[in-house]
C-alpha cells in the first residue's frame, strides 16, 4: 500500500515537471485543419481564448518522408490561426500536427491530428444565381468555384438556411432534403421578403464546411387575402363638430393581406334588405347613412378578395357581457375578462367586440372582435398613464348588439393633482359641523380614487387633527367634538393606490357661542307657538270672531258708513266741480237742484199705560246707568 502511494507522489511530481496543470486536459485547445482553394495552403486554428497567450509554438512533421524531422513554427502574438504555405507540403502525404501553449509556470499540449492534407479540403462559400420567383413556386440555385470531380475533390453535398426579413431565426434544410446545384420552394409565405443562404462540404464528410454564401434576397408573389376585415363603428365629430356614426375597420396584417390591399369595398344596407349606399375607401373609415341598418366590407388586392365582413348597425334586448374586469399590464395594455348572461332561448352571439375609449373625449382608442368561445383578451396600445379609459364588452348577435356597463381603467395610476373643491362648512351646533365637498374633476384624479382626508387645524400650536380615511363616494363629514366660539382651519386630500395628492385651499369657519344656541332656541319656540296658533284660529274662525264681537267695541267689528265715500256726495261733487270750470266763460248758471231730502222719522215707541218698573239694588247702581240717562236714551 505505501509502494502505491510513492508510486503516485512520483507521478505527481512527474506531470509538475512537465508543466502539465490540472484542469487543461490534452487536446482542450480546439486545434484543427483544414486546406484552403484554390491555392491549397493548410490553414490551422485553434481556439480564441489561447491567442494572447505569450509564447504559442506550432509543430508538424511529414510521416511518409522523414517522421523524426519536425518542423517548428512560433505564431504571432494575439494570433489563434497559422497558414501553411503549399511549397512546404505535400497534400498527399500523411502529416502530424499539435500546438504547445507556454504560460509563465506551466505549458499545456493539444492533441496531435494526422491527417493527409487533401481529406481535409474546405471549399469555397457557394456562389447564388439570381432566385427565380414565379406563381408556382421558388427556385434557388447555386455553384462551388474551382471545386471540380476532375480535380480528384470529392462531390459535395450542401445545406440551406433561410428567413423573412422581420425574423431574427434562420430555419434549416439539411442535406437530405438539398441538392448539390439547387432547390425548390413550395410552401413559402404569399408576398413575404425572404433571404436564403447555401453552405457545402464534401460528402465524405472528412473535410470542413465552407462558410455561408452571401445572402439572396426575393419576395414570393402575391395571393388572395384571408380572412375577414375587423369592422366597428363609432360615434365620432364630424367636420363641422357635429356627432355622427363611422364605419371604421382596421387594414389586414401583412399575412392576412399577402400582398397590395388596393381599396375597400363598402354596401350599406337598410331593415328590408334594400341596398343604400356602395363606396369604395382607401382605409379606414366612413360615415354612416341615417337609413342604413347593415354593413359589408371586403378587402381586395391583386389577386382576389376577402369574404364580406357583416355588422349589424341596430340594438338587440338579448343580454350583453357582464362581471367585466380590467387589469392593467404594464407595458402592454389592459387585459380584460368577461362573462355571457344567459339568453333565453339559449341564443348565442356571432362574436365579442372589446373597446376602449377615453373617458374625457369620449374618442375611440382601440377595439379588437373575439370569437364565442373567448372569455378574455388583451388589448395592446400605447395608452397614457393617469388617462381614465372606459372599456366596454359588446356581444354581437344576429339582430345587433348590446353591451356591458363601461369599465373605468388606469394603465397606470398617479396620485391626484388637486384637492377636492368647492369645500363648504355648515354649524350644526356649538360643537359641531357638518363639512361638505365637491369630487375631484375626472381629469385630475389621475386613478381610481381611494378615500378623502380631513385636516382641522386648532388655534393652539398643536399639530392638525385628521379626519379619516373617508370613502370617495362621500360628499360630506360631520366633525364633532368641537370648541365653542372658536375659529378653525381645515383643509382636504384625496388618495388613489399611487399615493396623496396635493391639499384643497384652506377653508376657515368659526363655531357659534353657547348665547347663540339660546337664542336659537328661544327663537324656535316663538316660532313653534306663533304657528300653532294661526292654525286654532283657522280652525275655530267662528268660535274667534265671536270672542272678538263679545270683546272688542262695537267700532272693532262693526261696518259703520262712510259719507264721504257715498254715491251721492261723489256726484254732488263733481257738478260743483264742472259747474266752476264753466264759470268764466258764461253766464252765471243756475243754482242746482236741491236734492230731495228724505227725513227718516223713527216712530215713538208706544207708550204702555203702565211702564215696567225698574228695581235697583244697592250694588247695582254702580254699574247700571241713572234714570236721567235712561230716558236721553229714549
Known amino acids: 500500500m505505501k509502494s502505491q502511494w510513492n508510486t503516485a507522489w512520483l507521478l505527481l511530481l512527474a506531470l509538475k515537471a512537465f508543466g502539465l496543470k490540472e484542469g487543461h486536459p490534452r487536446g482542450s485547445l480546439g486545434l484543427q485543419c483544414h486546406l484552403l482553394l484554390p491555392r491549397e495552403d493548410m490553414n490551422c486554428s485553434w481556439s480564441a481564448q489561447f491567442a494572447n497567450s505569450p509564447h504559442i509554438l506550432f509543430f508538424y512533421q511529414n510521416l511518409n518522408i522523414d517522421p523524426d524531422e519536425v518542423h517548428r513554427v512560433q505564431v504571432p502574438l494575439g ?67 474551382y471545386w471540380s470531380e476532375q480535380l480528384s475533390h470529392q462531390p459535395l453535398v450542401c445545406e440551406l438556411r433561410y428567413k423573412t426579413s422581420k425574423d431574427a431565426v434562420w430555419a434549416s434544410l439539411g442535406v437530405d432534403h438539398v441538392s448539390q ?125 376577402t369574404l364580406p365582413a357583416s ?52 374618442e375611440l382608442a382601440d377595439w379588437i372582435s373575439k370569437p364565442v368561445g373567448c372569455s378574455s383578451t388583451l388589448l395592446k396600445g400605447d395608452y397614457r398613464p393617469t388617462e381614465p379609459y372606459l372599456v366596454s364588452v359588446y356581444a354581437i348577435y344576429v339582430d345587433g348588439s348590446n353591451s356591458s356597463a363601461p369599465v373605468r381603467a388606469y394603465v397606470k395610476e398617479g396620485a391626484p393633482s388637486v384637492g377636492p373643491q368647492a369645500v363648504k362648512d355648515e354649524s350644526v351646533s356649538s360643537t359641531a359641523s357638518l363639512i361638505s365637498w365637491e369630487e375631484i374633476p375626472l381629469a385630475n384624479q389621475n386613478g381610481h380614487l381611494t378615500h378623502v382626508t380631513i385636516y382641522l387645524k386648532h388655534p393652539t400650536p398643536a399639530g392638525p387633527k385628521i379626519f379619516g380615511p373617508i370613502a370617495a363616494k362621500e360628499r360630506s363629514y360631520a366633525l364633532e367634538g368641537l ?48 304657528i300653532v296658533a294661526i292654525v286654532v284660529v283657522i280652525i275655530r274662525r267662528r268660535w274667534f270672531l265671536g270672542l272678538c264681537h263679545k270683546v272688542l267695541p262695537l267700532w272693532c267689528w262693526e261696518s259703520v258708513p262712510d259719507p264721504g265715500r257715498s254715491t251721492v256726495f261723489v256726484r254732488m261733487e263733481d257738478q260743483r266741480a264742472a259747474l266752476a270750470q264753466d264759470s268764466s266763460s258764461q253766464a252765471p248758471p243756475e243754482p242746482p237742484e236741491e236734492p230731495d231730502v228724505l227725513e227718516i222719522t223713527e216712530p215713538a215707541p208706544p207708550q204702555t199705560a203702565n211702564p215696567p218698573r225698574v228695581v235697583f239694588s244697592g250694588y247695582e247702581k254702580h254699574f247700571m246707568p241713572s234714570r236721567e240717562e235712561l230716558q236721553e236714551l229714549t
Not at 494 to 511: D, I, L, N, R
Request: charged share 20%; net charge negative.
Open 483 to 530: 370648541d365653542p366660539g372658536t375659529s378653525y382651519e381645515l383643509w382636504m386630500t384625496g388618495s388613489t393606490s399611487a399615493g396623496e395628492g396635493p391639499a384643497s385651499p384652506v377653508h376657515k369657519f368659526h363655531t357659534p357661542g353657547a348665547r347663540w344656541q339660546i337664542s336659537l332656541v328661544v327663537l324656535l319656540s316663538v316660532g313653534f307657538l306663533l
Open 79 to 145: 494570433q489563434n490561426w497559422l497558414v501553411i504555405a503549399r511549397s512546404q507540403l505535400m497534400v498527399g502525404d500523411r502529416y502530424r500536427v499539435w500546438l504547445e501553449v507556454h504560460h509563465a509556470d506551466w505549458m499545456e499540449e493539444s492533441e496531435k491530428l494526422t491527417f493527409r492534407p487533401y481529406e481535409k479540403v474546405k471549399p469555397l462559400a457557394p456562389e447564388l444565381d439570381p432566385v427565380v420567383v414565379s406563381s408556382s413556386g421558388v427556385t434557388v440555385k447555386w455553384k462551388t468555384p
Open 181 to 305: 446545384e439547387g432547390h425548390e420552394f413550395e410552401d413559402l409565405d404569399p408576398f413575404t421578403r425572404y433571404s436564403v443562404q447555401v453552405r457545402c462540404i464534401p460528402e465524405d464528410g472528412q473535410g470542413t464546411w465552407s462558410e455561408w454564401s452571401p445572402p439572396q434576397t426575393f419576395r414570393t408573389p402575391e395571393a388572395a387575402p384571408l380572412g375577414q376585415v375587423d369592422v366597428w363603428r363609432s360615434r365620432n365629430l364630424s367636420e363641422n363638430a357635429e356627432p355622427r356614426l363611422y364605419l371604421l375597420w382596421k387594414a389586414l396584417d401583412q399575412k392576412a393581406a399577402r400582398g397590395d390591399i388596393l381599396n375597400y369595398t363598402v354596401d350599406f344596407w337598410d331593415h328590408r334588405k334594400t341596398l343604400v349606399a356602395s363606396s369604395i375607401s382607401v382605409c379606414c373609415s366612413i360615415p354612416i347613412p341615417a337609413s342604413a341598418s347593415y354593413v359589408q366590407v371586403s378587402a381586395f388586392n391583386s389577386a382576389g378578395k
Open 311 to 362: 355588422l349589424n348597425l341596430g340594438q338587440t334586448d338579448l343580454p350583453g357581457p357582464q362581471d367585466v374586469w380590467v387589469l392593467a399590464v404594464p407595458n402592454l395594455g389592459f387585459n380584460v375578462t368577461w362573462t355571457l348572461s344567459p339568453t333565453p332561448g339559449g341564443a348565442q352571439p356571432e362574436h365579442y367586440v372589446v373597446e376602449c375609449r377615453e373617458e374625457i373625449s369620449r
